[in-house]
């Protein structure tokens, strides 16, 4: 196989333009045509779409493959429960604004550490560092709950009081999925802005030649902390977003399967692509809902496709349709 | 007095169990660079099969065959792992690492359901093995003797293993591969055959660890994916690919561990990946590892 | 208060009695179970199936505690739907989910039952570290529901104080700890050195704080000496339990359950754990029976979650248990435990307060009626009777513990029938309206309110 990989997607936000506006207007129209169960997985589905995309400016771009994004997406949630357990708070913003800050803090602090490797150690340093967080957040029940973890409540957005009559179904389906998809534009754009900046350009560089970056000039530990800083943040981000939906957070979220889960949706949408992390966040999050409901061995299939994707739609979904369709391809390939 | 020397076992225990998962993830690494993260899972095959060989012939057997189908659990897992090898890993040795990381999560979770299909939701037990051995006095206390078999079979195999891979042939073999595959191909090593050697061993390693852990425990589902991450633990205090760390790196979790659940359980789990963290960082190639 | 208090006054004063002896009038009360003759229902009754979700433990170590409740859902179920269903139309269909999945996705799971698979009704849950999150987002999607277990006080003190659609029918988890704590006192008052092997989640926490609680004031002078908090559903207890012995206790107190429980007690018997110390356990004859080995000591205090034992009230004396744990047995060839009587008793609640909105409204009532006929509804299960408070949703019935022993009628350990032990639930749990505290009411209220003993 090529290990040359596509360039990730169009560089003009022009071009992108005739399939991002009907992908937001759907988004947009959806909760109005679909049930409030499946807009509130649609939730799920957009806020994981935010971790993988986040966690995919460090597979897809800089070419590292975390084991241990569950501790950034843990932070992020915990950050949330914390804050409203010792302050009392329900604004979602300022849950965000804590857990934007308490995942920069410790992605930070990981960062510093796990840059300095790459490939498999990389891997296993990151997988070691957040099953730290897990075991702290595992036993110090005083704190954290320990396994049963700590429950929020429904937030306040913006400020304004509830409007759904304490309905948290329609809650949750209406407005906090709107609040979601806001954020989630915001996380798109601002991503989109990043790899197609001369920093992403720089990223890539040192993903495909290491060597070759450095001979040009770049700082490759510099660039490699900061694309590890921001892909921890919006991964906090997401975790954050991810507690209303949940209602509570438990250690479960920093185990180091679910960083796993964070790979396999990058995996299955593509992450040779820019659109293909969030596109398998969402039908990843379909997928096991349904494999749950439809068979008590949902792992097994699970594990099945991840194998079978693996092995023969290296690109993921995303990747593959491009592949399918040589006019994309060539619209969209080096 | 007493007390202290039940600890050292308690100790010696669990690294033993440990030395055998982890020495078998390190064996793979060493000589076919891959991490496999089913690796615990083929421990917790290696438990459920002894656990289940000797449920079948619990009935009327004599004691001397229920211990000798102990290592049943070792043989099936080196078998599996020889399946599994040239069927499911051989098609990703030419790609990069994150597929392979990636092929063996679902892996992973294939085998875990798999365990589930075919021995059930329940725990599997063989405690039969456990109690027949009683117990052992040492000063005013009693030990199970069973844990000190435990214990002499980690020893065993460590001492087997070590000669295997420094005073055989094969040994040379594997070793030659692992420093560098490609000149032991041109030198007419097989390779194909070196790699599902090694996985073989590795698997069977796993399997024999939790083959011997059943008695005293019993097989559950997910003990598979706890005991990777302490044997990852323990192979990066002692050296991705070295067998030395792994027994070095089991008897530092071992000890650490069982000081931590009497001395300071609240963060008992975090000091030993904190403990995988500083070695990281102060030795990237872990305590015996060769720099890259 | 009055001059300080004996510990015996104290013990007779909370009506904690050993062997106790059984009979109340029955007049007006439901009975569980009870083939009658079918009322014809009021109005017309859709024959839709009447869908419950049960979620429990299928699969791991506590699915020795799941499985029996799901048996018991069934077969309460197969009693109605023999009779044609509720009201006499709409059969029970029992839709399993496995709690083992993990509390946020057992989250996922509630809520695609309800709104995507359409259940009227939710019930199960074993473990206390999933009602705190599933009570309120049944609350949120308005699902009627009945927890069996998963019985942390925390429930309905803090998660959900004031419950709509959540109810709960085995006793709250405090009178665990409590029971525990009493029978200590009763059977071993000169304990002076204490020791814990709790699971490490709400229901080890809570029976720590309770055991703790009641000892401090029926057996102020014991000390706690050692604590092990193993994780939960973990088979590994050998470090614990040198733990335990090296600090040379006179009692453990464990609430280590389900298959846990069974690793625990092979690997204490070969550590001579049963030999050194006295042994008191809030759960390990709660599991289902046949889990236990004859290997088992005698003698030790052998918790049934302070709930049911299925050989008390034992013979005829309590007919419709001789008749529930007969069933039970033709059905799945084992005996039931207190989860199966609890869900076999929920089953029945939901019968009887369909058939008491029937006969009030007619047609199918609607989820506000059945609600209001559950709210303060006893009914005789086959345990005993089973109160449902109307301020928290909560069920009581009063507490049994006892001894293990080994009987030639069955291959597995029972409660000692000569040394039951049975205590008035209401003396050991908060009253309605007391203030919610913290660790729980029942705690701040047991601290205020029950004098220390003096300590001859």
Known sequence: MSTVPLTLQARSPMKALPWAVPVALLLFALPQAIDPYKTILLAYGLVMGIAALGFNLLLGYTGLLSFGHSAYFGVGAYAVALIFKYFHVRSMELFLLGAILASLVV????????????????????????????????????????????????PTLLGLPLDTAGDKILFLARNYYYYVLGFFFACVLVMWVIVNSPFGKALQAIRDNETRAEFVGIHIRRYRFVAFLVSGVFTGIAGALWVPLNGLTTPDILYWPFSGEIVFMTVLGGFRTFSGPIFGAVVFNYLKTSAVGFTTYWQALLGAILVFLVLALPGGIVGTVVQLFPMLKKRFSR | MDILVIHLFNALLYASVLFLIAGGLSLIYGVMRI?????????????????????????????????????????????????????????????????????????????????????????LTATSLFEKMGSLKIGESVYPRYNLLVISIGVLAAGFLWAFVYKTRFGVVLRATSQDMRRASAMGVNVNRVYIQAFTIGCFMAGLGGAIVVPGQSAVLGMGVDALVLAFVVVVVGGLGSLEGALVGALIVGIVREFGVSVFPEVELAVLYLIAVVVLLVRPAGLFGRTA | MPGPVTRRDLLAQLGVTAAATFGASAAGIGFAGVARAQEKPKGTIPDKPFRIGHMTFFTGPGAVLGEPMHKGNLLAADEINAQGGLLGKRKIEVLKADEAAGTDANVKEMRRLKLSEKIDMFMGITSSGNTPALGPAAEELKLLTIFIDGCTDFLFDKAVPNPRYVFRVTNIQSADGSTCALAVAQTWPDVKKVAHIHPDYAYGRNCYDHFSIVSKKLIPRAQNVSEAWPKLFSTDFTSHITKTLAAKPDLLVTSVWGGDYISFYKQALQHGLFDKMKVATTLALGTAPHAI????????????????????????????????????????????????????????????????????????????????????????????????????????????????????????????????????IRNITAPPGWPKGEPTSTYTWIDQTWPTVKQA
């Open chain 3, 293 to 424: 080995g004859k290997d088992h000591p005698e003698g030790v205090l052998a918790g049934v979650h302070a709930n049911y034992h299925f050989s008390y009230p034992p013979g005829n004396r309590w007919p419709l248990n001789k008749t529930f744990v007969e069933k039970y047995k033709a059905k799945f060839n084992e005996y039931p435990n207190f989860q199966a009587e609890g869900a076999y008793t929920a089953t029945h609640i939901l019968r009887t307060a369909v058939e008491k909105a029937n006969k009030l409204t007619g047609g199918w009532p609607d989820d506000d009626a059945i609600i209001s006929q559950i709210e303060g509804m006893m009914i005789a299960g086959p345990g005993g009777y089973v109160y449902i408070r109307p301020d928290n949703h909560q069920g009581y019935k009063d507490a049994i513990t006892g001894f293990s022993k080994n009987v030639p009628e069955y291959p597995f350990p029972i409660l000692d029938p000569a040394r039951i032990i049975t205590i008035p």
């Open chain 2, 35 to 123: 991490v496999n993260l089913a690796h615990g899972n083929l421990y917790a095959f290696g438990a459920y099969v002894t656990a289940w060989v000797v449920g079948q012939a619990l009935a009327g057997a004599h004691p001397v065959i229920l211990y000798l189908l102990l290592p049943a659990g070792a043989f099936a897992a080196a078998l599996l792992g020889a399946i599994l090898e040239p069927t499911l890993l051989r098609p990703f040795y030419r790609r990069a690492e994150e597929y392979q990381l990636l092929v063996t999560f679902g892996l992973l979770m294939i085998l875990e359901d798999l365990m589930r299909f075919f021995w059930g939701p329940y725990p």
């Open chain 1, 107 to 154: 992605s930070a602090l990981f960062g510093f550490v796990c840059v300095r490797y790459t490939r498999i150690f990389f891997g296993i340093l990151t997988l070691a560092l957040s099953q730290v967080l897990w075991s702290l957040a595992f036993k110090f029940y005083p704190i954290t709950g320990g396994t049963d973890g700590l429950r929020v409540p429904t």
